[in-house]
């Protein structure tokens, strides 16, 4: 009896790691089919002018939420500015994510493993717009460390004539 016992402890100690592992690896191929299928479609839109607003969470870096307004056009970001103020931003202060395009490149080498995490240790989440394909919010939060994680909000895209 004891034998049995300790033996269904030793499988199911065994099994739980490896159901978390796949359980996550279907996860992160789901959000990974989403970023793709939302990518292509925003890319046949064509949209080349708009206006969007964008707010990234980061713990433990230096992003904090603040709103940053960023106008596009001919697919360059032409000014990026703090939504509350209109402060103009330098080119090279909150980079990366000037673009919807660069954006999706940022969350999709996130989703890879590009940044030297293993995927398959994050866990993911992401919303889209319907009408424009878009990510409204994706957040990744990385397991083996305590609080980190990154979130990045769409807050509206207005195309521009």
Known sequence: MFKKIVVGCVLVTLACPLVLVFSLGIRHLLIQNALNRHHKAWSELGIDDYRF???????????RGELISIVVQDGQPTSK????????????????????????????????????IVPWTMLFSGQFNDEYHYPTKVSIHYLFFVDAGITYKVLGLEPLE
């Open 53 to 63: 607003v964008l707010e990234v969470n980061c713990w433990p870096c230096d992003y």
């Open 81 to 116: 500015s703090y939504s509350e103020d209109q402060v103009e931003l330098e080119d090279n202060i909150f980079g990366g994510f000037d673009t919807i395009d660069e954006l999706y490149m940022v969350i999709e080498d996130e989703v890879r493993g590009n940044f030297g």
